[in-house]
């Protein structure tokens, strides 16, 4: 009984979202679709150069927004293909020109134009059956429940069911419950097979994901040797300033003790506290040293424990739900540790938030990581941004970072990283 009433509300959860796809489908691709083509077309004539980039801008947030939403409800990957603006752009008409042919030149762009017509056409199909085997059997059971008594003297199709006496109404009804089955049985399906059509226009060739992987790994390779530079620049800091200092007091203690320990043994007894006080503060600075490098708990238990036990340290509500068979390799697990670290800092510094929700899984050899508060939303990722940190952190395992944050909440970012479990 409770597993039929689960997937009852998931097909209707599924119907509801159809639903809602359907708006987005019909009237976010038409628009950005005919303002794309004026703005291309304008740019033809010469006098689209300033409008076309944030019209292509507008187009790729909603493709995004279509990529993230694939990822969270039916668990369908579509890659990012966007090349990244080169930093010596200049600014003024001639960075709005540099940007628009840039943006022309990208073969993203065009997939991304080819997608929207086939969102609206093909796309839209697809939603709205998914939507209507849910909600058309509703008109059997009101042709059941009498209205067949206003088509006495006429003949109304109920399907292929002719609606005319109350036994035909009750065989509509029995077509209609039919139907909802059908539409119990394909919703969910009938939503992926959306994603999944989405991913066969939008994601890019393998020759040209090839070239944007081997990109990517040389960015991410830079910013891995600056990063484990600067690392090593604060671990230094660190043991310098911290636990150095209080060794190199205690031993100028230790050395005055020696001298006082016969002349004046009251003042060595208190030197002596000093230096065990001391040494206390030292290995308890080491202690957090090594946390921040690999904490202890994170080696000892796994990802999903350590996860969890940096949820219990936040001082808002959180939940945490875990679903892993194995561990990953630990410079994965460790990466993953302090990218949800971070987006959990984030979550309780600016987004006001009263409760922070964390789901882990591994699935189709990816981990998946999302971290979802109740705040005010309105979280990017931007140049200085604690999520550029996060993005920078997983680009060096190949991993990919989305950030869902509408004004008003919630905020939801997603991590995966490709892996496997041992």
């Known amino acids: 009984m409770y597993a039929s009433r689960s997937r009852i509300r998931g097909s209707m959860l599924a119907a509801g979202r159809s639903f809602v796809l359907g708006f987005a489908a019909t009237a976010g691709s038409i628009t950005l679709f005919v303002l794309s083509v004026l703005s291309i077309a304008f740019v033809l004539l010469g006098i689209g150069l300033i409008t076309t980039p944030y019209v292509l801008h507008l187009v790729r947030r909603h493709a995004n927004q279509r990529r993230l939403l694939a990822v969270t409800w039916s668990d369908v990957r579509i890659p990012v293909p966007y090349r990244r603006f080169p930093p010596d752009l200049r600014s003024g008409f001639t960075g709005q020109v540099e940007r628009t042919l840039f943006m022309l030149k990208d073969p993203a762009t065009w997939r991304d134009l080819r997608w929207l017509l086939v969102d609206m056409t093909a796309g839209y199909v697809l939603l709205a059956v998914s939507f209507a085997l849910m909600v058309y059997p509703v008109e059997g059971l009101v042709l059941a429940a009498g209205l067949w008594r206003v ?6 199709w109920y399907g292929f069911v002719p609606v005319s006496s109350q036994a035909t109404g009750l065989a509509a009804a029995a ?25 066969s226009v939008l994601a890019p060739t393998h020759e040209q994901e090839m070239a944007l992987r081997i990109d ?22 660190d043991l310098h300033d911290g636990a150095q200092a209080r060794l190199v007091a205690m031993g100028m203690n230790l050395g005055t003790i020696e001298a006082l320990v016969e002349k004046d043994p009251a003042q060595a007894k208190k030197l002596l506290a000093m230096a ?25 238990r796994g990802l999903g424990d350590a996860v969890k036990a940096l949820a219990l340290r936040l001082p808002v509500e959180s939940e945490v739900n875990v ?37 882990m899984h591994h699935a189709e050899g990816m981990l998946r990581i999302s971290v979802t508060d109740s705040g005010r939303g309105g979280a990017a990722v931007g140049t200085g941004s604690g999520l550029s940190g996060i993005e920078r952190r997983l680009g060096t395992f190949d991993g990919v970072l989305a950030v869902s944050s509408p004004a008003g909440g919630p905020t939801m970012v997603t991590m995966e990283i490709p892996c496997a479990l041992s």
Request: net charge negative.
């Open 276 to 300: 065990r006080a001391s040494s206390a503060e030292a290995l308890t600075e080491l202690r957090d040293l090594v946390r921040g490098i690999h904490p202890p708990v994170l080696a000892e």
């Open 151 to 156: 088509f006495e003297d006429s003949t109304y």
């Open 216 to 237: 990517r790994l040389t960015e991410t390779r830079h910013e891995a040797v600056d990063t484990a530079a600067s690392e090593l620049r604060r671990i230094e800091r």
């Open 323 to 359: 679903e892993l068979v194995g561990r990953a390799e630990a410079p994965v697990e460790s990466a993953a540790y302090f990218a949800v670290s971070e987006a959990l800092t984030n979550a309780v510094k600016h987004s006001g938030a009263e409760r922070i929700w964390v789901d």
């Open 175 to 199: 077509l209609g419950i039919a139907i909802f089955h059908l539409g119990l049985w394909a919703s969910r399906p009938l939503l992926r097979l959306h994603f999944v059509l989405a991913r």
